[in-house]
T-cell receptor
Framework: RKEVEQDPGPFNVPEGATVAFNCTYS??????FFWYRQDCRKEPKLLMS???SGNEDGRFTAQLNRASQYISLLIRDSKLSDSATYLC?????????FGSGTKLNVKP | DTGVSQNPRHKITKRGQNVTFRCDPI?????LYWYRQTLGQGPEFLTY????????KSRLLSDRFSAERPKGSFSTLEIQRTEQGDSAMYLC?????????????FGSGTQLSVL
């Protein structure tokens, strides 16, 4: 079983839509959680950390449910520039585990 | 530019040749990671260093792969006797492991094509 599982998508949404991605992780001892964004043929870039209390950064909201080992990312008012692959990342003991990513296409 | 730097950006080689990649981390970061990524997959952990010590290697890292970080600064990843299955993006990331949440910062990667 993979450490981090994500729906690969693609999610095709119109501009202005709200879209949500989920991921699950297998190790209950995981310590910290992140969402990274990756554009085609580019390196992953940190989008936001995810905290148990939930956190927001502009149009982006991340939630963590430790009991269900589940992480979510909500994007409101989608922009064309949000089109990318979103990677769910979980830090275990001294190692970061990446999901395969969820592809988002925002269309005009 | 004070980010993570990797070179070369692209490397094309023939099967059986040796290749070496270099990574220069963010200067105040004490940890350096190597990952490999193939199309449609997330990055897969290869190895990491805390300062100059290599603390863990993945089972993905066969004996043809070796990584060094001689003075706790830049790192090199060498692949000997390359195979077509080695074709991938090799990503380096650095972090500061301290009292606050450790976060990874990636370089632009080296795209390896083995012909």
């Amino acid at each position: 079983r993979k450490e981090v599982e994500q729906d690969p998508g693609p999610f095709n949404v119109p501009e202005g839509a709200t879209v949500a991605f989920n991921c699950t992780y297998s190790n209950s001892a995981s310590q910290s959680f992140f969402w990274y964004r990756q554009d085609c043929r580019k390196e992953p870039k940190l989008l936001m950390s995810v905290y148990s209390s939930g956190n927001e950064d502009g149009r982006f909201t991340a939630q963590l449910n430790r009991a269900s080992q589940y992480i979510s990312l909500l994007i409101r008012d989608s922009k064309l520039s949000d089109s990318a692959t979103y990677l769910c990342v979980v830090r275990g003991f001294n190692k970061f585990y990446f999901g395969s990513g969820t592809k988002l296409n925002v269309k005009p | 530019d004070t980010g993570v730097s990797q070179n070369p950006r692209h490397k094309i080689t023939k099967r059986g040749q040796n290749v070496t990649f270099r990574c220069d981390p963010i200067s105040e970061h004490n940890r350096l990671y190597w990952y490999r990524q193939t199309l449609g997959q997330g990055p897969e952990f290869l190895t990491y260093f805390q300062n100059e010590a290599q603390l863990e290697k993945s089972r993905l890292l066969s004996d043809r792969f070796s990584a060094e970080r001689p003075k706790g600064s830049f790192s090199t990843l060498e692949i000997q006797r390359t195979e077509q299955g080695d074709s991938a993006m090799y990503l380096c990331a650095s972090s500061f492991q301290g009292p606050t949440n450790e976060k990874l910062f990636f370089g632009s990667g080296t795209q390896l094509s083995v012909l």
